[in-house]
C-alpha cells in the first residue's frame, strides 16, 4: 500500500517541475503569504542596493575630500574656495563647522574682522559639529530597520504560513478519511514552501544588515575622528586663550 501511494505522489509531481506543483497545491492563505515576503525580499534587496551605492559613493567621495582638507593651509581655505561637495559626509560636517566659526569671526558689518574666538564660541561651534555628525550617522543609517525587520520577522511569517498549511492539510485528510501519503504529501509540501520563502528573504537580509552595520560603524568612527581633527585645527588656529 505504502509503494503504491508514493508511486502516485511521484506521478503526480513528474508530470511538471517541484515549484509550480507545490504552487498549485498551496492555499490561498499560503500563497498570500509567498507575495507578501516576495515583495518584503524586493524591499529588502532594494535597501541593500540603495545602501551599498550610497557608501561606496560617500566612501569615494570622502577619500577625495580628505586629501584636499588636509593639503590646506588654513582650516578655512576649502570655505573660502566656496568648494561644493554635494553627498559627502566630510564635507558637510567640515561645513557646519566653518559657518559656525566663520559667523563668530565676522563683525557688525558682515565682514571677517575678529582674528580669535572665545571659549565659550568656540565651544558651540564644536557642538554644531557633533550634532551634524549624529545626523550624518542617522542619514546612513536609515533604511536599515527595513533588513533588521526582513531578518527578524520574514522567518515567523513563513512559519506562519506552513502551520497554517499543515492545518488546512490535515483538516482535508481527517474530513475526506483518507491519511495515505498521496493524500497528505501535497498539502504537507505546499505548506512547507511558506518556510522556505520566509529563509530565503531571512538569509540574505540579515549578511546584508550585519554586513551593513559593520561598515556604518567604521564611517561613523571616521566622521568622529575627522570631527575631532577639525575642532583641534580651528582652536589651535583661532581659539582666544585669555
Not at 508511486?7 to 515549484?19: C, E, F, R, T, W
Not at 573660502?80 to 566630510?90: A, F, I, N, S, Y
Not at 550634532?131 to 525587520?149: C, D, F, P, T
Request: hydrophobic content about 50%; glycine content about 8%; some cysteine.
Amino acid at each position: 500500500m505504502m509503494h503504491s501511494s508514493l508511486g502516485v505522489v511521484v506521478g503526480a509531481v513528474s508530470g511538471q517541475s517541484d515549484l509550480p506543483y507545490i504552487w498549485n497545491q498551496a492555499t490561498i492563505e499560503a500563497k498570500a503569504i509567498i507575495v507578501f515576503l516576495l515583495c518584503f525580499s524586493i524591499i529588502a534587496w532594494s535597501v541593500i542596493g540603495y545602501k551599498v551605492l550610497q557608501m561606496r559613493r560617500a566612501k569615494r567621495l570622502n577619500y577625495y575630500f580628505n586629501e584636499e582638507f588636509r593639503s590646506q593651509k588654513a582650516v578655512l581655505d576649502i570655505f573660502d574656495r566656496k568648494l561644493q561637495v554635494e553627498g559627502c559626509p566630510l564635507y558637510v560636517v567640515y561645513q557646519t563647522g566653518c559657518v559656525q566659526l566663520d559667523a563668530r569671526l565676522k563683525g557688525p558689518g558682515g565682514e571677517r574682522r575678529k582674528q580669535n574666538v572665545s571659549l565659550k564660541n568656540m565651544e558651540h561651534v564644536k557642538r554644531a559639529v557633533e550634532n551634524v555628525v549624529a545626523q550624518e550617522s542617522l542619514n546612513l543609517e536609515s533604511g536599515l530597520i527595513w533588513l533588521s525587520v526582513a531578518a527578524s520577522g520574514a522567518p515567523f511569517i513563513g512559519l506562519l504560513g506552513t502551520v497554517w498549511g499543515v492545518m488546512s492539510a490535515f483538516a482535508g485528510i481527517a474530513q475526506s478519511g483518507s491519511a495515505t501519503l498521496a493524500a497528505m504529501a501535497p498539502g504537507v509540501a505546499a505548506a512547507l514552501i511558506t518556510t522556505v520563502a520566509g529563509l530565503l528573504v531571512a538569509i540574505p537580509s540579515m549578511f546584508g544588515y550585519n554586513w551593513l552595520v559593520h561598515n556604518l560603524r567604521a564611517f561613523t568612527v571616521g566622521l568622529d575622528n575627522f570631527a575631532q581633527e577639525l575642532v583641534s585645527k580651528m582652536e589651535s588656529e583661532y581659539l582666544d586663550e585669555e
